[in-house]
T-cell receptor, first 112, second 113 residues
Framework: EDQVTQSPEALRLQEGESSSLNCSYT??????LFWYRQDPGKGPEFLFT???AGEEKEKERLKATLTKKESFLHITAPKPEDSATYLC?????????????FGSGTRLQVQP | DAGVIQSPRHEVTEMGQEVTLRCKPI?????LFWYRQTMMRGLELLIY????????DSGMPEDRFSAKMPNASFSTLKIQPSEPRDSAVYFC???????????FGDGTRLSIL
């Protein structure tokens, strides 16, 4: 069974204080790992897809990296508008299992 | 570009009533997914469709839940009869291909009293 564990559950940062969110996963054959951002009362918003170990993707203050067991979402010099819940999800390569398995998320609060 | 559109945004109803949630996917997307989000269990897939055909409904909790996709631009998720434990936020998502990112609507917050 595919499993995704995210840590920490919650993180409070001061504006400008860089940090990293962790996503550990277990999947029998990874097709892709997805990062989403979710604001209160909204649906998850797609950020990145990573397909193979060593891959990195960047967008503004966010950088996602992938190893064979985990992914990190690095946040550099965060701003209050980066406050949200960040979700990680995996998709298996098995053609019979195309659903995304989501982690429970990391609630990030960035204080001015 | 219009995103995934869900209606209603909020639904409050009494136990035993029928509830119908609606979704319009992004035009041209071949895959449509229904998820449920709760504090206890997070985001869980209920069912997904490819070209209007249900592919995997193993996440549908029980026979009280049913989903249809009569055409490429519309899907419904129905609960009959509804129970308080069905209270959750229900999301619809669509993707161009199954290995492409899924794009989510803003959900329907369902409360069963």
């Amino acid at each position: 069974e595919d499993q995704v564990t995210q840590s920490p559950e919650a993180l409070r940062l001061q504006e400008g204080e860089s940090s990293s969110l962790n996503c550990s996963y277990t999947v029998s054959g990874l097709r892709g790992l997805f990062w989403y951002r979710q604001d209160p009362g909204k649906g998850p918003e797609f950020l990145f897809t990573l397909y193979s170990a060593g891959e990195e993707k960047e967008k503004e203050r966010l950088k996602a990296t992938l190893t064979k067991k985990e992914s990190f979402l690095h946040i550099t010099a965060p701003k209050p508008e980066d406050s949200a819940t960040y979700l990680c999800a995996v998709q298996a390569r098995d053609t019979g299992r195309r659903a995304l398995t989501f982690g429970s998320g990391t609630r990030l609060q960035v204080q001015p | 570009d219009a995103g995934v559109i869900q209606s209603p945004r909020h639904e409050v109803t009494e136990m035993g009533q029928e509830v119908t949630l609606r979704c319009k996917p992004i035009s041209g997307h071949d895959y449509l997914f229904w998820y449920r989000q709760t504090m206890m269990r997070g985001l869980e897939l209920l069912i997904y469709f490819n070209n209007n055909v249900p592919i995997d409904d193993s996440g549908m909790p029980e026979d009280r839940f049913s989903a249809k996709m009569p055409n490429a631009s519309f899907s419904t998720l129905k609960i009959q009869p509804s129970e308080p434990r069905d209270s959750a936020v229900y999301f619809c998502a669509s993707s161009l291909r199954v290995d492409q990112p899924q794009h989510f609507g803003d959900g329907t917050r369902l409360s069963i009293l």
